[in-house]
């Protein structure tokens, strides 16, 4: 049973490998516009998994897309690593943050994270030397010089870390946590778990993914900016896609991001400056109608019968 | 030993902090401490309707800030097609918005109530969401802005001058605290929604409707904040995103006064307000006045949570 | 050989002292039971002890080891355990995940072992049908995974909070024979109840709480006997 199982996953990474060799260019990057948006999305669900809703992937995002620009940059690192590291960056950041601020969790944790983007762009544009100010930096050049199998591949890679990412978190024992410490957290600590250090490794861990996401991105694009970087489409959209995909397994994020990713190629392309608003909709229909998202809600129709 | 124990008490204390504070200030740099001091009060009349749909509620509405932006909005329009002042939109907006708030709440809050605080959390989010996409969508985010005479009037002692207009939120901050806080405590319905806000259940079961309770304060807190939307216009430019930053510094204040404590909001605002203009006063580090609110949050956090460890 | 020793063990909630200078033994290998009118301090004893709450004075040894200070994780891999009067199943995980989780991280055992180890006790308290969805289960059966999740982190010391509450006459003298015999697998137990009955077939001493106090120590005719027992409200005789 489980050995067709993997089958059809590595079938599947495969005939997404060669894609490149019978598509255009213009599929690879809705691809790519995808493949971040899953990572993004699968982080998000990954921290949800605990009872905590995070609102800072922007930030983490931006950060690691700065980290990675300016480690280049100034340190001369190579793209590859610098995203790396740049992953590393964020995650150290969430980190420390987490060991502050996750001992009140709930609200307190969420309206912190919601505050990330916006202090991390204030204190970037406090360091305009070293981070090239409000006008943000430009890359002497796009990773793999704009390559676009290689940067597909890139993002391929960066999609797939967080997939594995998300299936770890639900196949180890850190599933198990997971579920106890979203259910009662005393429940969780009378059997033996400690919270708060799986809290904070949990928070580290999916900021660390949010900020690899963030360093390819930065290089793939060749700039990093206050405003761009930290978008908020880096929140919103995840959030969006997790919820209408269904929330707390991986093919909810997936499908989520499949969905919304070709919707909003078209609503780009038809309302260029209203497709946020959709998104916006999209949280509070799901939340209100039906809070298990699309997988969830089949899921349950399945169990009934 | 009756004052000890007044001493002993966190309003007390913070009353003295930042009496200190002003003294220090008035001699020093009493810029600061004006402008400061109309900041504050401006931060406090913001928070405040928030934290009453947080303690009687229970639900923390991300949303907030959004609409004291549509409220600005709201009496920028009026004022541009009625030719009437801005100031008096206050009335219609506040009736306006006390609509609103009936039908935010009959459509979308009262359902999240009884869900766990995540639901409420992402709701309120993707709410605050699509009103700032809506206003994006409709007005741009070009920055629009009334010129009226009376917002520049300013004043002048000894040999520092000051804006005069600004006082209007220290008034504004005074009349909203002193009203809410006659309300819960001198009126039945205000007693009610005290009984509900500690225990719904309770309530209930004494007779009290708490569904037309929560009804009530939820468009009394909205439509308050529309109001004060309409006041925010007439001295700032206003744009879809003017209202988010408003959120943060209101919860930031509602974590450090405690829920519930409505006197201690506007003390708190004090130490927001003063401590961002003090940065705001030297040249270079501008910049960091609009982290202050996040360093105090976070230190507020790591406070409570050593005080729990004693639980 | 006392495996359990609280001193002068003091709670106090606001105003009010839910537990007041508790100093009491527990014996290695006994069944103790903790009885007391309804707000007594019985539940926040147990909570005090598992390290729920911290205590506001006084101290706590286990297996001669202070662990006051100590977290309730690291109380729990030390060997404490305990059921809770209202049971909260962890949703999203099935009867034997529910189980499971204890000794994953109570023990440390790896998800295999854990697996064996939850089978294992479903078994030995009767639990069929163990990857069934835990929102279909009957008041007994609910109590029974309760307490093989207690097990499940193979306790030195488990306590068992009102686990005969709502089982019918024949299911609670099902329960008292799987007391007995998890005791014979060499476990130390303190049993909160209010149906004496139970208290008095399985106990080998009993602790009477009133008020946050100990107002009473000993076997349970000795214990039942005493006046101030008695007008304390002795609770069911049944």
Not at chain 1, 43 to 62: C, E, K, N, T, V
Not at chain 1, 206 to 223: E, K, L, N, V, W
Not at chain 2, 117 to 137: D, P, R, Y
Not at chain 2, 157 to 182: D, K, P, Q, R, W
């Amino acid at each position: 049973m489980k050995g067709s199982r993997y089958l059809l996953y590595i079938a599947v990474l495969i005939i997404l490998l060669i894609l490149p060799l019978y598509t255009g260019v213009y599929l690879l990057n809705v691809l790519d516009i995808i493949l971040i948006y899953l990572a993004l999305a699968l982080s998000w669900d990954m921290l949800l998994r605990s009872g905590q809703i995070s609102f800072g992937m922007a930030g983490l995002f931006g950060v690691g897309g700065y980290a990675a620009a300016l480690i280049h940059l100034q340190a001369g690192v190579s793209p590859l690593l610098s995203i790396v590291l740049g992953g590393l960056t964020a995650g150290f950041l969430a980190c420390l943050i987490g060991m502050a601020v996750l001992q009140l969790r709930g609200m307190y944790f969420a309206i912190v994270t919601l505050a990330l983007a916006e202090i991390f762009r204030v204190i970037i544009r406090n360091f305009p030397d070293l981070t090239g100010g409000p006008e943000g930096t430009i890359l002497p050049s796009a990773i793999f010089a704009g390559n676009s199998t290689k940067t597909y591949w890139l993002v391929l890679a960066v999609a797939v870390i967080s997939v594995i990412g998300s299936e770890i978190f639900r196949k180890t024992r850190i599933h198990f946590a997971l579920t106890s410490i979203r259910n009662d957290e005393i429940v969780a600590k009378s059997s033996g778990i400690n919270v708060f250090k799986y809290m904070v490794f949990i928070f580290a861990v999916t900021s660390a993914i949010q900020g690899i996401t963030g360093g390819a991105y930065a290089h793939i694009y060749g700039f990093v900016s206050p405003e761009g970087s930290f978008s908020l489409n880096f929140t919103l959209l995840p959030i969006a896609m997790t919820l209408l995909g269904g929330m707390h397994s991986t093919w909810g994020s997936v499908v989520g991001a499949v969905l919304l990713g070709v919707v909003s190629e078209f609503l780009k392309l038809q309302i260029p400056y209203g497709h946020l608003l959709v998104y916006g909709i999209i949280i509070v229909i799901t939340i209100l109608f039906f809070p298990q998202g699309i997988v969830g809600t089949i899921g349950q129709r399945l169990k009934k019968r | 030993m009756k004052v000890f124990n007044k001493l002993k008490q966190r309003n007390t204390q913070i009353v003295i902090l930042i009496a200190v504070i002003a003294i220090t200030l008035a001699a020093w740099k009493p810029h600061v401490l004006i402008e400061g001091l109309q900041r504050a009060c401006l931060y406090a009349v913001i928070a405040l309707p928030m934290a009453l749909i947080l303690g009687i509620v229970g639900i923390i509405n991300l949303a907030h800030g959004d609409f004291m932006m549509l409220g600005a909005y709201f009496a920028y329009f009026f004022s541009v097609y009625t030719g009437i002042d801005p100031l008096v939109a206050i009335i219609p907006a506040f009736l306006a918005f006390f609509l609103i708030g009936i039908a935010t709440y009959r459509a979308i809050i009262k359902f999240v109530l009884g869900a766990p605080e995540l639901n409420q959390l992402l709701l309120t989010f993707g709410l605050a969401m699509v009103l700032e996409q809506l206003a994006n969508l409709i007005w741009t985010s070009r920055p629009v802005k009334l010129s009226l005479k009376y917002v520049s009037a300013s004043a002048t002692i000894g040999s520092f001058s000051f804006g005069t207009f600004e006082f209007v939120y220290i008034a504004a901050a005074i009349i909203v605290l002193i009203g809410l806080l006659f309300f819960l405590k001198r009126t039945d319905t205000g007693q009610a929604a005290l009984a509900v806000g500690q225990n719904p259940r309770g309530a209930k079961l004494v007779g009290i409707h708490v569904d037309r309770t929560y009804l009530f304060i939820f468009s009394l807190s909205i439509a308050l904040t529309g109001s004060i939307g309409a006041i925010f216009m007439t001295r700032h430019s206003i744009f879809p995103l003017v209202g988010a930053p408003f959120t943060m510094k209101s919860f930031c204040l509602i974590a450090m006064a405690g829920i519930g404590n409505l006197m201690g909001i506007l003390w708190c605002s004090l130490i927001l307000g003063l401590s961002e203009n003090f940065v705001l006063s030297f040249r270079g580090y501008a910049g960091w006045a609009d982290i202050l609110f996040f360093a105090l949050i976070v230190l507020v956090i790591i406070i409570r949570s050593h005080q729990r460890q004693v639980k | 050989m006392t495996i359990l020793k609280t001193e002068n063990l003091s709670r106090n909630f606001g105003g009010l002292a839910a537990l007041d200078q508790v100093s009491t033994e527990f014996h290695e290998n006994e069944i103790l039971g903790i009885i007391g009118p309804n707000g007594a301090g019985k539940t926040t004893f147990i909570n005090v002890i598992a390290g729920i709450y911290l205590p506001t004075q006084g101290r706590i040894f286990f297996d001669g080891q202070d662990i006051t200070e100590l977290p309730a994780h690291t109380r729990c891999r030390l060997g404490i355990s305990r059921t809770f009067q209202l049971v909260r199943p962890l949703h999203g995980l099935n009867l034997l995940e529910n189980i499971m989780v204890g000794s994953l991280f109570g023990k440390g055992l790896s998800q295999r072992e854990a697996r064996k180890k939850a089978e294992e006790l479903c078994e030995f308290l009767g639990l069929s049908n163990m990857t069934r969805d835990i929102t279909r289960m009957t008041a007994l059966e609910i109590k029974k995974m309760e307490i093989a999740h207690a097990m499940a982190t193979q306790p030195k010391l488990l306590f068992l909070d009102e686990v005969m509450a709502g089982l019918s006459s024949d299911e609670t003298m099902e329960m008292i024979a799987l007391v007995r015999k998890i005791h014979s697998r060499g476990m130390t137990i303190g049993i909160v109840e209010h149906v004496m009955r139970v208290i008095r077939e399985l106990t080998h001493r009993v602790v009477v709480l009133d008020w946050g106090q100990v107002i009473a120590e000993g076997a349970y005719e000795q214990v039942s006997n005493d006046p101030r027992v008695i007008t304390a409200y002795l609770g069911e005789e049944s």
